[in-house]
């Protein structure tokens, strides 16, 4: 099974700085990664697939990078909406979640 | 506009049955991978079940393998997840989501609103 990591579990940032979460597979992934986002009491919500492509609809704020096992997804600029909790998913090797980060309000 | 809503949760004794539906529509059901995802309280997310377009191929995490039965209706458009034998552990939010295509192997986009399992007695 691979297991994925993020750090870090929460990070408190302050709207308009940028927030940069940090996901790692326990072998290589390709780019077979995808980030999430959720809101309390809500579904998840695709932001990113293939590692670095934007779902539709999706700010071009948020943008993710990484390949192999070391992933990255950037908010640039904060907003209100953003405060929420993010996962990332691996679908190379069967599909596993991470643990998620919580972006919370500095 | 892809919809997915699921039922069927509720309060159940361990031991005991459920089944959980999703109900879809916006998109041709058949043509498309489908998959189930739990979220115990204030935990993460974990995968339960995958089944591929057209059902020719299923999956199933290690902790609900022999217990739990994923299916789907094409002529209902209704993706289903039979449980058996549920364990406390088995509490949590159940959503089912849509793959990006009929190969399970990607992404799921979007997701159901979620369906609440309580074991307990």
């Known amino acids: 099974e691979t297991v994925m990591t993020q750090s870090p579990a929460t990070m408190s940032v302050s709207p308009g700085e940028r927030a940069t979460l940090s996901c790692r597979a326990s072998q290589s992934v390709n780019s077979n990664l995808a980030w999430y986002q959720q809101k309390p009491g809500q579904a998840p919500r695709l932001l990113i697939y293939g590692a670095s492509t934007r779902a539709t609809g999706i700010p071009a704020r948020f943008s993710g990078s990484g390949s192999g096992t070391e992933f990255t997804l950037t908010i640039s600029r904060l907003q209100s909406e953003d405060f929420a909790l993010y996962y990332c998913?691996?679908?190379?090797?069967?599909?596993?979640f991470g643990p998620g980060t919580k972006v919370e309000i500095k | 506009e892809v919809q997915l809503l699921e039922s069927g949760g509720g309060l159940v004794q361990p031991g005991g049955s459920l089944r959980l539906s999703c109900a879809t529509s916006g998109f041709t059901f058949s043509n498309y991978a489908m998959t189930w995802v739990r979220q115990a309280p204030g935990k993460g997310l974990k995968w339960v079940s995958s089944i591929s377009g057209r059902g020719g191929d299923r999956y199933y995490a290690d902790s609900v393998k022999g217990r739990f039965t994923i299916s789907g209706d094409n002529s209902k458009n209704t993706l289903y997840l039979q449980m058996n034998s549920l364990r406390a552990e088995d509490t949590a939010v159940y959503y089912c989501?849509?793959?990006?295509?009929?190969?399970?192997?990607?992404?799921?986009?979007?997701w159901g609103q979620g369906t609440l399992v309580t074991v307990s007695s």
């Open positions: 998913q691996q679908y190379n090797d069967w599909w596993t």
């Open positions: 989501a849509k793959h990006y295509s009929s190969s399970p192997n990607s992404w799921f986009d979007p």
